[in-house]
C-alpha cells in the first residue's frame, strides 16, 4: 500500500475453535473405532479368563469323578456316562463294565435319580451290573448201544455159521475201538470172542458185524471183524467198552449157570439158519431190560 513500505500483508491466524473443525472427519470416527475394539477386546479376555477357569473347574471334576469310577480291583474297569438333566427330569445312565481277564463286556441300562446340582447319578445294586449268563446246555446223552442179532448154527457141516450184530439206537456213527465181546457156556465157563481194533466204528444207521472165521463165514456175509470163537445151545453173550463196562447182553436157552443176561432169558435156542433178532419198530430197537421179550426168533 502507498505510505506503508516494507509491510507485507500477513493472512488472518486461525482461531482455536476452528483448529478442531479443520481436522479430518474420518480420524475421529477411526479414533472411536479403536476404543470401542479395544473395550472389546478388554472384555472379551475378561470373559475368557472367567470361562477358562469355570473349564478348569468342570474339567477337574470330570477328571476326579473319572478316576473315582474306575475300578481296579481283580482286572476290571467300570466308566460311568451320566446323561444331562436337562430337558427332561428324568433319564437313563449306561454303565459298561468289563472284566478283563475273561474279556466279556456288559452294558446295563438304569434309572437315574436327578440330584441338586442337576447332575445325573446312577446308583446300582452289584447284582444288576451284570447281565445273567446263559446257562450250558445239558451235556448229550450217551448214545445207547445194544446186540441186534446173533445166529449159532447153519445146519449140518455149517455149525460155525456164529454171527453177532450190534448197532447204535439213535443212528449215529459210534467209536467202539477196544471193545470186547466175551460169551458164557451153560456151565457158566467164561472167554473172549472177540477185542475190538482201535479203529473200529459202527456206522451211521448200520451195524457192525463179528464171525466165525470157519469154512470164510466172515468173507461170506462181510463181517467186520472175526474170530474162531463159537457159539452153542443155552449160552450168553455180553459186550463191554473199553474201560470194561456192561453195555449190553443176551442169553438164550436154558439151564445157564450165571449167564449174561438181562432178566429172563430168551427161553429158545435158535435153529438151523434162524436168528436170534431184537424187536424193531421205526427204526428203535426194543429196549426194555429182558430178553425173554426184547428178541424173536426169524
Not at 436157552?253 to 449167564?259: C, H, I, L, R, Y
Amino acid at each position: 500500500m502507498e505510505g506503508f513500505e516494507g509491510y507485507e500483508e500477513q493472512p488472518p491466524e486461525p482461531q482455536p475453535a476452528l483448529v478442531a473443525a479443520a481436522q479430518p472427519p474420518n480420524r475421529r470416527i477411526m479414533f472411536i473405532i479403536f476404543f470401542a475394539a479395544l473395550g472389546l477386546a478388554v472384555f472379551g479376555a475378561v470373559e475368557k479368563l472367567g470361562l477358562l477357569a469355570h473349564m478348569r473347574s468342570k474339567l477337574g471334576f470330570l477328571t476326579k469323578t473319572f478316576e473315582q469310577s474306575i475300578g481296579m480291583n481283580s482286572g476290571e474297569s467300570q466308566i460311568e456316562i451320566s446323561l444331562n438333566a436337562s430337558p427332561k427330569p428324568s433319564g437313563t445312565a449306561l454303565i459298561v463294565k468289563q472284566n478283563a481277564p475273561e474279556a466279556a463286556a456288559h452294558f446295563v441300562a438304569a434309572e437315574s435319580s436327578l440330584s441338586s446340582t442337576g447332575k445325573k447319578k446312577t446308583s446300582l445294586p452289584a447284582s444288576e451290573t451284570q447281565i445273567p449268563a446263559v446257562p450250558a446246555a445239558p451235556p448229550a446223552a450217551p448214545v445207547r448201544v445194544v446186540i441186534v442179532a446173533l445166529g449159532i448154527t447153519g445146519g449140518v457141516g455149517k455149525t460155525d455159521n456164529d454171527f453177532i450184530k450190534i448197532a447204535a439206537q439213535n443212528g449215529e456213527t459210534v467209536l467202539i475201538g477196544g471193545w470186547k465181546l466175551r460169551k458164557r457156556t451153560q456151565s457158566g465157563a467164561e472167554s473172549s470172542v472177540k477185542v475190538f481194533p482201535q479203529n473200529a466204528a459202527i456206522p451211521a444207521n448200520g451195524m457192525f458185524v463179528w464171525a466165525n472165521s470157519g469154512n470164510a463165514f466172515d468173507q461170506t456175509i462181510g463181517a467186520n471183524v472175526s474170530s474162531s470163537a463159537a457159539l452153542t445151545d443155552n449160552s450168553s453173550v455180553a459186550l463191554f467198552n473199553a474201560s470194561g463196562t456192561l453195555v449190553d447182553a443176551v442169553a438164550w436157552g436154558s439151564g445157564q449157570s450165571s449167564p449174561y443176561g438181562e432178566a429172563a432169558a430168551f427161553p429158545q435156542n435158535p435153529g438151523v439158519a434162524q436168528v436170534l433178532m431184537r424187536v424193531s419198530s421205526g427204526g428203535t430197537f426194543r429196549d426194555t431190560g429182558n430178553n425173554a421179550g426184547d428178541f424173536v426168533l426169524r
